[in-house]
């Protein structure tokens, strides 16, 4: 009898093993087949799903939870309250195309190439965007909106599912890509592009995954040609849903203090082109036109609120990074500019940025360290468990996001390559360098026109100290800072 049973044992023995070294092989076959496949298999289960929402042209004002004394954004507001909100989040480069690409690369638009708004499709057809890796790592991935890297609506590298449209889109009954398969949806395109987002998250999944939902608004309704150029009598054309064309009637739009100022101090802004008008008071932006692209935020809200649904009903809520942000920022009259982003003024470098992930933030948290549109990239690739490449230029938010004390950078680069869609910034491409107190912007075309702010003293940019003998020595830092940081970045400075 204990014979048996020592004969037994032995076989238990051996079968356990016989499993450890099944195992252990197993587990050291897995590197030759690539880290991708090596994140899959190790834990599919415990990494994070991934909700991406770009908003086009919002400001970094333009929220509830940023203290909008009128706009309602609960859903919106709610992914600040349980995550974190970023209080000094900025673009790189404040323009549709480069911005975009810079969020998908983690690069400077010197870097990625994505430079302007002109027909860009070919070269974004190469980008290394971390959808794409992440696609790679085992994630099943979705981009459902506007791409506007060129007129070319085809599907990108690194996509299972493919939703979206030419250039800038229209508001209605949209012409979409469907997976390669021309489709035109009747309704308003905020709408269908939050159903499509809602439908990919509710499919069974057996991967994680990745919806990088892009929306039109609130950008005006203008047709975008491949050069870029646009029906600038368009540009103040906002369409809200049908259902919010009244919303806020009658409210107050407020103004910051240099809206509607001609701008002083400001030779770069204050030169004669053409038959255009000085910039003041009669260039700055209607409030009905303001109010028309705050309308139009309305169905984002309605969609956000939809998506936080849809993700706690099939049990993903907490396991779901969720990112909202904007391309860049926009001018209502700041300094007479209107309909306009591109230069380095806060207005326009400054977007709203809110990340709600309960297993790794704490809810209510609120950063005021420097986060710029690159380090979203490197930051959910991390996240995600999936290599971050060398290349990438930005840094993972993921220690702030955990609300740890760590050394973080205290001054930033902005770069702004000149275009010919607008003719009132022609030649103002510019290089610039923002930290906690001072900006300096060198124009890279137009000599003895550079600007320097003190932002303590002066916060609203309305009083140039270039020249200014008592700033010579924040200005010589400023200089030498910006070389730092071209170096670094590996840009020629111009």
């Known amino acids: 009898m204990l014979k048996r049973e020592a004969v037994r044992n032995q076989i238990i023995r051996d079968c356990v093993t016989w ?8 587990l050291l076959a897995l590197p030759a087949a690539g880290a991708g496949r090596r994140n899959q298999v190790a834990s599919n289960i415990s990494r994070p799903n991934i909700v ?14 940023a203290g909008h004394p009128f706009i309602k ?18 673009m790189t480069t404040p323009l549709c195309s480069p911005s975009r690409a810079s969020f998908l690369t983690g690069q400077y638009a010197h870097t990625h190439g994505i430079t302007d708004n002109l027909d860009r499709a070919a070269a974004s057809h190469q980008l290394v965007t971390f959808p794409r890796l992440l696609h790679q790592s085992g994630y099943e991935t979705a981009f459902i909106g506007k791409w506007h890297m060129g007129n070319d609506d085809r599907p990108r590298p690194g996509f299972d599912r493919w939703v979206s449209f030419k250039g800038q889109g229209t508001y209605h009954d949209p012409d979409i890509n469907e997976d390669g398969k021309a489709v035109k949806p009747s309704g308003y395109i905020t709408d269908i592009l939050n159903g499509y987002a809602i439908e990919f998250i509710k499919r069974k999944h057996d991967k994680p995954f990745l919806v990088y939902l892009a929306h039109k608004a609130i950008h005006p309704e203008v ?4 050069d870029g150029s646009v029906n600038i009598a368009d540009a103040e054309l906002f369409i809200p849903a049908e259902r919010h064309k ?3 009637a009658g409210k107050a739009i407020p103004h910051r203090p240099n809206y509607g100022r001609a701008p002083e101090g400001k030779p770069a802004l204050q030169r004669s082109i053409g038959n255009l008008p000085p910039l003041g008071p009669a260039t700055s932006t ?9 309308r139009s935020l309305a169905a984002i809200e309605d969609g956000v609120g939809q998506i936080l649904k849809t993700l706690k009903e099939i049990g993903q809520l ?7 942000t904007s391309d860049n920022g926009y001018f209502y009259g700041e300094h007479g500019l209107s309909v306009e982003r591109r230069l380095a003024y806060e207005e326009s470098i400054r977007m709203p940025l809110l990340v709600r992930y309960p297993k790794l933030a704490r809810p209510g948290t609120v950063r005021n360290e420097f986060a710029l549109n690159i380090d979203l990239a490197p930051t959910l690739l991390s996240m995600a468990g999936a290599q971050v490449p060398g290349n990438m230029q930005g840094r993972s938010l993921a220690p702030l996001l955990k609300g740890e004390k760590v050394k973080w950078r205290d001054s930033f680069l ?4 000149s275009d010919k869609v607008f003719p009132r910034i022609l030649q103002m491409g510019y290089k610039a360098v923002r930290n906690g107190r001072w900006k300096y912007i060198h124009y890279l075309e137009l000599g003895g026109m550079d600007e320097l702010y003190d932002l303590k003293s002066d916060p609203y940019e309305m009083k140039n100290l270039i020249m200014d003998p008592q700033a010579a020595r924040a200005l010589a830092e400023m200089k030498q800072e910006m070389e730092r940081l071209l170096k670094e970045t590996s840009v020629n400075p111009g």
């Open 246 to 248: 009244n919303l806020y």
């Open 73 to 90: 954004t609960p859903s919106i507001d709610l992914l600040a309250s349980e995550g974190v909100m970023f209080r000094n989040a900025f």
């Open 19 to 26: 499993l450890r070294i099944i195992s252990i092989s197993l």
């Open 318 to 324: 907490d396991n779901t990074v969720i990112v909202f």
């Open 52 to 65: 991406f929402i770009l908003i086009d042209d919002l400001r970094w004002d333009e929220i509830g939870v």
């Open 223 to 226: 047709t975008q040609n491949n």
């Open 286 to 294: 209607r409030d009905e036109t303001i109010l028309g692209r705050q």
């Open 414 to 417: 902005i770069e702004y390559y």
